[in-house]
Nanobody, 115 residues
Framework: QVHLVESGGGLVQPGGSLRLSCAAS????????MGWYRQAPGKQREWVAT???????NYADSVKGRFTISRDNDKNTVSLQMNSLKPSDTAVYYC?????????WGQGTQVTVSS
């Protein structure tokens, strides 16, 4: 059973930074592609960033140059460093495999960017 636990969210002013973490279990972590997704109020969940098992990364245009995804295959964790945050980054952030298929979603972690 796949189990994903996100943490690290909070309230931050525009221009600030946050680092999100995700602990994964129930999957062969070191061979799967992992990603971060987000869902803003009233909007559909959207993909944010991807990291392959070898460390290759890809980002949505809206976060490119500001967010950095990384992973630790020994600890089964994936992280998202978010810099230069904007109010439009406000959302609940989730991690999951890419594609997520039928994997369950974790509870997510709320990120609010506001002055």
């Amino acid at each position: 059973q796949v189990h994903l636990v996100e943490s690290g969210g909070g309230l931050v002013q525009p221009g600030g930074s946050l680092r999100l973490s995700c602990a994964a279990s129930g999957i062969i972590f070191n061979i799967v592609t992992m990603g971060w997704y987000r869902q803003a109020p009233g909007k559909q969940r959207e993909w944010v960033a991807t990291i392959t098992r070898s460390g290759s990364t890809n980002y949505a245009d809206s976060v490119k140059g500001r967010f950095t995804i990384s992973r630790d295959n020994d600890k089964n964790t994936v992280s998202l460093q978010m810099n230069s945050l904007k109010p439009s980054d406000t959302a609940v952030y989730y991690c999951n495999t890419v594609p997520f298929g039928r994997n369950p979603w974790g509870q997510g972690t709320q990120v609010t960017v506001s002055s």
